[in-house]
């Protein structure tokens, strides 16, 4: 997982392995899950392995960030851009700052994806947004 600033190359250049808190679908809305970690970042356009992924390595990132009202906003408006996500979009996020409030949080759930307890699945695509 990748995040970039507003004001760099992108707002939040996320590219995260999928998966979803459990009693939640990688089909419903993003946002907060009904299970132990709070948040989906999974739409239905997304394998639904990409949220469960997620889920098994960054839990207590995902936590963090979903009791986290601005992060979980700006998880809310990428995930509500247009695929495919422009720049543009992405970056309107985070209102043209460089540090929009909720993106330590969101800067925490991409340095989990992109650690060596994350293990995207096999053959499939889960870059997010």
Not at 37 to 47: G, K, P, V
Not at 89 to 104: H, I, K
Request: charged share 15%; with cysteine.
């Amino acid at each position: 997982m990748e995040a970039a600033v507003s004001g760099q190359s992108s707002l939040l250049l996320l590219a995260l392995a999928g998966c979803t808190a459990p009693g939640d679908t990688a089909h419903s809305a993003p946002g907060p899950g009904t299970g132990g970690c709070l948040l989906s970042f999974y739409s239905a356009e997304y394998d639904p392995r990409c949220q469960s992924a997620l889920d098994a390595a960054c839990c207590p990132e995902e936590k963090a960030c979903g009791v986290d009202s601005d992060c979980y906003a700006l998880v809310r408006c990428i995930d509500a851009c247009p695929a495919p996500r422009q720049d543009a979009c992405v970056n309107a996020c985070g209102d043209g700052t460089p540090n929009p409030p909720g993106l330590a949080h969101l800067t925490g759930v991409s340095e989990c994806g992109k650690s060596t307890k994350y293990q995207p699945p096999t053959g499939v695509s889960c870059a997010w947004p």
